[in-house]
């Protein structure tokens, strides 16, 4: 008898809290299937670096899973508790009838059972669907192919099924101990009298609410001058305040809203008094300020979850648009033969007998390394390289170009180009010096037009986005800058690429005529830009500086860092992957949390006041208007939060912009109205739904 009872309770849960059902089986369907990826390993065409860089996002999937776990535990537990609440004169009405305390949680049990059971089956089928997506996506994504007949395989993960099982197991247990705890523990009296109580309101100072209210916009508002401000390019007290006074804001913020708004609208007479508008404020006055903790973890995981995609999948299109121009050559060879600032001067880096063996080559990198493939036996250099071109950094060790110089010299100050994507102390840093006749072996090289300087004139290379638009407008005013003692007219900018690199990064080079380079100039970094007549000999080429770099042998070159452009492209595809993979996970999840939570909390308070609603009717209120009240009262629920997560997430994605410079250029704007309009389509979907099940329940 139990069972049935039970299975008819889960039955009427279902017509009356379809979301939650809904919910739970997306969340076993996107758990299953993003924890499914390491199986697509098996079907699709990866290269070695793709091999290791899908491992790797198995391995960070597996372990934001965790985080996720424990947020759907949250969901679950959360929604659980709000339809518990909703039945508890029900079980009040079974222990009156006879039934005792134990039977009671064992129906509980069961219906936990029951509901899992189905939402677990449910979800896995739905998962194993979504995981065939995914792998289309996958192959997408990383331009790897499906090994298999026709380009269609399917995958199956056991290993992602018995961890969704157990999962989510594990989830429903709890759920069911914390059910059969509220149970088991509730008096009769409380349970008959369940659905008469009102909402007791912890903030009952109206004008109170007003100060609060007006307090958490300022603290709001500081935090986000701070924050833009200073940056997230190093830690600092003020980030510390800034995180500080954003909690605090937001906290006071959710706590002073029902009265704020309440006050707000009693000041205007005839909107308080048309309508339910009397009514709705409130009822809206007794939820939204018992429930403002509720609100506050929604925004806060609206706010996360808006972030991290945009900041997720916009540095995948900063750094696939950037792979374009700088993949120029089949590969490139760097070296760095010390550093240098303005305080600490040149500091030659400690390479011992392989920095004697360059001396010894003249610093000739294409020579160098010739002599050492042939030393350590790794093949001809000259049979898989059709072309190079040298380019060597340098700096005036008595007298070097730094970003205070430049600044000085124009007038204008880096930090307003390139925001929180630079730390404090850049300006002692170097700008450095390249000869002319090598940049143009470079360009040529890479089939670009020559640079042209006449005698005084200089140029400055910069293919980062943090600094080009500050070079852009140095070179527009005219700017005059000293390089060996020789003042030189800054008179062209070009964003060329001069290596093959997964980022660009150079941050600034001044191109001088040869015989203007100082002459103790001292040689930073030199970068040999090699080309290869076809993908095998770029690939020979690879295995060549591999063996180079990895030698004991003395009479060698040191070799800083080689990469091809197979390599570049790899990685850099693998890794922008990882991160827009990551910002869906976690993007979806999330909302679709937020959006379940304030649902189940809607729809439980549409069945709490459903006698208020009748109320309502019997004194003459037609249905329209009684509709219109639900309509505000589940707007206001949806529409807060909301549009505090987009405010504090605008604040943070204009910091996080300039933090993602550092890899290519990124439109947020265009980022930001995809994530908006996806985020609207999913409020909107739950929004309406919720509208619908809260009329439906007010009208029973």
């Given amino acids: 008898m139990l069972a049935r009872l039970a299975l008819g309770n889960v039955r009427k849960s279902l017509a009356d809290f379809g979301v939650y059902f809904l919910t739970v089986m997306l969340g076993v369907a996107v758990f299953y299937a993003f924890n499914s990826m390491t199986a697509q390993q098996g079907v699709l065409a990866f290269s070695e670096t793709q091999d290791k860089m899908f491992e790797l996002l198995g391995m960070v999937i597996g372990g934001v899973s965790?985080?996720?776990a424990f947020v759907l535990v949250f969901l679950v537990v959360y929604a659980n508790g709000f339809l518990i609440k909703r039945r508890k004169r029900e079980f009040g009405v079974y222990l009156t009838l006879g039934m005792s305390s134990g039977d009671v949680v064992r129906i509980v049990a069961l219906e936990s059972l029951i509901v899992g059971a189905a939402s677990l089956a449910v979800g896995l089928a739905v998962g194993v669907g979504l995981s065939q997506l995914l792998l289309q996506l996958t192959s997408a994504l990383f331009k790897a192919d499906v090994a298999a007949a026709g380009g269609f395989a399917f995958v199956f993960s056991a290993d992602a099924l018995v961890k969704t099982a157990v999962v989510f197991a594990a989830i429903f247990l709890v759920a069911a101990l914390l059910n059969a705890r509220t149970v088991a523990r509730a008096k009769l009296i409380d349970l008959l009298h369940a659905g008469s109580r009102n909402e007791e309101m912890r903030l009952k100072s109206l004008p109170l609410s007003l100060v609060l209210f007006a307090v958490s916009l300022v603290l709001i508002g500081v935090s986000y001058k701070?924050?833009?401000?200073?940056?997230?390019?190093?830690?600092?007290?003020?980030?510390?305040?800034?995180?500080?006074?954003?909690?605090?804001g937001t906290v006071l913020f959710f706590y002073a809203l029902s009265g704020f708004l309440l006050k707000l609208v009693q000041m205007i007479k005839p909107l308080y008094l048309r309508g339910l508008n009397m009514f709705t404020l409130r009822q809206l006055g007794a939820k939204v300020n018992t429930?403002?903790?509720?609100?506050?973890?929604?925004?806060?995981?609206?706010?996360?979850?808006?972030?991290?995609?945009?900041?997720?999948?916009?540095?995948?299109?900063?750094?696939?648009?950037?792979?374009?121009?700088?993949?120029?050559?089949?590969?490139?060879?760097?070296?760095?033969?010390?550093?240098?600032?303005?305080?600490?001067?040149?500091?030659?880096a400690d390479l011992g007998a392989f920095g004697e063996f360059a001396e010894r080559q003249g610093y000739d990198m294409a020579a160098g390394l010739r002599a050492s493939a042939a030393a350590v036996g790794a093949g001809d250099f000259d049979a898989v390289v059709s072309g190079t071109a040298q380019v060597d950094l340098m700096v005036d060790p008595s007298d070097g170009l730094v970003m205070d110089d430049v600044e000085r010299a124009s007038g204008l100050v880096l930090a307003d180009y390139a925001g929180a994507s630079i730390n404090s102390g850049y300006g002692v840093y170097p700008v450095y010096v390249a000869a002319l006749s090598q940049v143009n072996d470079a360009l040529a090289l890479a089939g670009k037009p020559a640079l042209e300087l006449g005698a005084g004139e200089c140029a400055i290379?910069?293919?980062?986005?943090?600094?080009?638009?500050?070079?852009?407008?140095?070179?527009?005013?005219?700017?005059?800058?000293?390089v060996g003692g020789r003042d030189m007219r800054v008179v062209e900018f070009r964003d060329d690429c001069l290596q093959t690199t997964p980022f660009p990064m150079n941050t600034g080079t001044l191109v001088v005529p040869d015989e203007a380079v100082p002459e103790d100039a001292r040689i930073l970094q030199s970068i040999l830009d090699v080309q290869c007549a076809s993908d095998a000999d770029e690939a020979a080429f690879g295995e060549m500086m591999d063996a180079v770099a990895d030698t004991d042998n003395p009479d060698t070159w040191p070799v800083?860092?080689?990469?091809?452009?197979?390599?570049?492209?790899?990685?850099?595809?693998?890794?922008?992957?990882?991160?827009?993979?990551?910002?869906?996970?976690?993007?979806f999840v999330l909302v679709i949390a937020c959006a379940a939570i304030l649902a189940i909390q809607q729809?439980?308070?549409?069945?709490?006041?459903?006698?208020?609603?009748?109320?309502?009717?019997?004194?003459?209120?037609?249905?329209?208007?009684?509709?219109?009240?639900?309509?505000?009262?589940?707007?206001?629920?949806f529409l807060f939060p909301l549009l505090l997560a987009v405010a504090h997430s605008a604040c943070a994605l204009v910091v996080v912009t300039d933090v993602v410079a550092v890899f290519g250029h990124l439109d947020i704007t265009s980022m930001a109205l995809a994530c908006a309009g996806a985020f609207l389509a999913v409020y909107g979907v739950y929004f309406a739904v919720t509208y619908l099940g809260a009329r439906k329940l007010a009208r029973e």
Avoid: H
Wanted: charged residues 15%; aromatic residues 10%.
């Fill in 66 to 68: 965790v985080f996720i």
């Fill in 603 to 637: 729809l439980s308070d549409a069945s709490d006041n459903a006698q208020r609603y009748g109320l309502c009717a019997k004194l003459g209120a037609p249905e329209r208007m009684i509709d219109g009240a639900l309509f505000v009262q589940v707007l206001v629920y």
């Fill in 560 to 587: 800083t860092l080689s990469m091809t452009r197979a390599d570049v492209f790899d990685q850099s595809i693998s890794l922008s992957t990882i991160v827009a993979y990551l910002a869906i996970y976690l993007g």
């Fill in 226 to 248: 701070l924050l833009i401000d200073n940056g997230l390019m190093e830690p600092s007290p003020e980030f510390a305040a800034a995180t500080v006074l954003v909690c605090v």
């Fill in 291 to 348: 429930t403002f903790a509720s609100l506050l973890v929604v925004c806060i995981v609206l706010f996360l979850a808006i972030t991290s995609v945009c900041g997720g999948i916009g540095i995948r299109n900063a750094i696939d648009g950037s792979l374009d121009r700088s993949t120029d050559y089949s590969a490139s060879v760097s070296t760095s033969f010390g550093s240098y600032n303005a305080e600490a001067g040149f500091q030659p």
């Fill in 461 to 482: 290379y910069s293919d980062s986005d943090i600094t080009s638009g500050f070079y852009r407008d140095a070179v527009d005013r005219g700017t005059t800058l000293p």
